[in-house]
């Protein structure tokens, strides 16, 4: 599916919204008013259906901040990066905590251990 790349850009209290490669420029009020009028914008200029193409929205520069997608794209990864890391410390967790009760380690004295109530090292242990 062809994708048409959308540049934002804040203009007071309007978006202006670019298309570069059909020369095309629109306006909106919001960030997803943006996405709906560069959609628009492209399918009447090239007479094609809405749904026969995808557009990729960037914002370079917003305001007074440089390099808005780079940063969000960033923020995405790392936070996936975040999540991954949680479930591998989360099993972990889980396989210490069944390790710990297999020597009889009481509910209570894991829970100090990892510093959590009795109820949630009860938790760790049977999941």
Known sequence: MKSYEVIVSREGKWWMVAIPE???LTQARTIKE???MAKEYIAVTLDIPLDSFGIH??????GTVEHVTQILEDIKIERAEAERKEREAN???RALAKQL???EIT???IGDLFEVSHQRAH???KS
């Open 123 to 125: 938790q760790l242990v």
């Open 57 to 62: 929205v960037k914002a370079e520069r917003i």
């Open 91 to 93: 099993e972990r967790a």
């Open 22 to 24: 059909i020369d095309g």
């Open 34 to 36: 943006a996405h709906q």
């Open 101 to 103: 009760a297999a020597q």
């Open 107 to 109: 509910l209570r004295d």
